[in-house]
């Protein structure tokens, strides 16, 4: 069975820094592309940032580059969001999602699992 149990998620002033974690369990990190998605009330999830389970390789929204770094612990099957120089308009709940694929943008499908999500505040 398939679990994503996000965590990490808080209220921080802008500038600020999070770290979001995703501990997988039903498969091995190394086995699906993973994804960190968003949402706010009256807007489409989001792709942030997705990390390939075949090379590592990484995508980033546009909003988010030289910001946010994903990253993946294959020992403790968990995927990370390291989120910096954090703003107000990054403010949402963050999903993890798997499998995802990487096109010109995080694509899920209606095969993806998702976790619960974990709120980001991001707030003077």
């Known amino acids: 069975q398939v679990q994503l149990v996000e965590s990490g998620g808080g209220s921080v002033q802008p500038g600020g820094s999070l770290r979001l974690s995703c501990a997988a369990s039903?498969?091995?990190?190394?086995?699906?592309?993973i994804g960190w998605f968003r949402q706010v009330p009256g807007k489409e999830r989001e792709g942030v940032s997705c990390?390939?389970?075949?090379?590592?390789?990484?995508y980033y929204t546009d909003s988010v580059k030289g910001r946010f770094t994903i990253t993946r612990d294959n020992a403790k099957n968990t995927v990370y969001l390291q989120m910096n120089s954090l703003e107000p308009e990054d403010t949402a709940v963050y999903y993890c999602?798997?499998?995802?694929?990487?096109?010109?943008?995080?694509?899920?499908?209606?095969?993806?699992?998702w976790g619960k999500g974990s709120l980001v505040t991001v707030s003077s």
């Open positions: 990390i390939s389970s075949s090379d590592g390789k990484t």
């Open positions: 999602g798997a499998p995802v694929t990487i096109l010109t943008t995080c694509v899920f499908g209606r095969r993806t699992y």
């Open positions: 039903g498969f091995t990190t190394d086995y699906y592309t």
